[in-house]
């Protein structure tokens, strides 16, 4: 699978509200932070610096179980990887 390891059987469909990507998380929780903006925060320091917030801004869409976490890792890659579509 690509967001999730083989095997899983339950996890969240989120949607970042700062950037609008969607993507599939182990965490099941209201908010998390997203994946990508959360790779913009520089957490290299300075004496003088404060540590950066890191804001969670994406939202729980549904939480997936059973066979439909498979099928939403496969749709979700299908936008990035251009992957094969005949399972749909």
């Known amino acids: 699978m690509y967001?999730?390891?083989?095997g899983?059987?339950?996890c969240g469909f989120y949607e970042c509200?700062?950037?609008?990507?969607?993507?599939?998380d182990m965490k099941i929780m209201p908010?998390?932070?997203?994946?990508?903006?959360?790779?913009?925060?520089?957490?290299e320091i300075g004496p003088d610096?404060?540590?950066?917030?890191?804001?969670p801004t994406a939202q729980l869409l549904q939480v997936c179980e059973g066979e439909e976490v498979e099928k939403m890792?496969?749709?979700l890659s299908?936008?990035?990887?251009?992957?094969?579509?005949?399972?749909?």
């Open 3 to 6: 967001y999730l390891p083989e």
């Open 8 to 10: 899983t059987t339950r």
């Open 17 to 24: 509200k700062k950037c609008g990507k969607r993507f599939l």
């Open 31 to 43: 908010v998390i932070a997203c994946p990508d903006c959360d790779l913009d925060v520089d957490m």
């Open 49 to 55: 610096e404060e540590m950066p917030d890191v804001n």
């Open 73 to 75: 890792d496969t749709l």
């Open 78 to 88: 299908l936008a990035i990887t251009g992957g094969d579509y005949e399972w749909i």
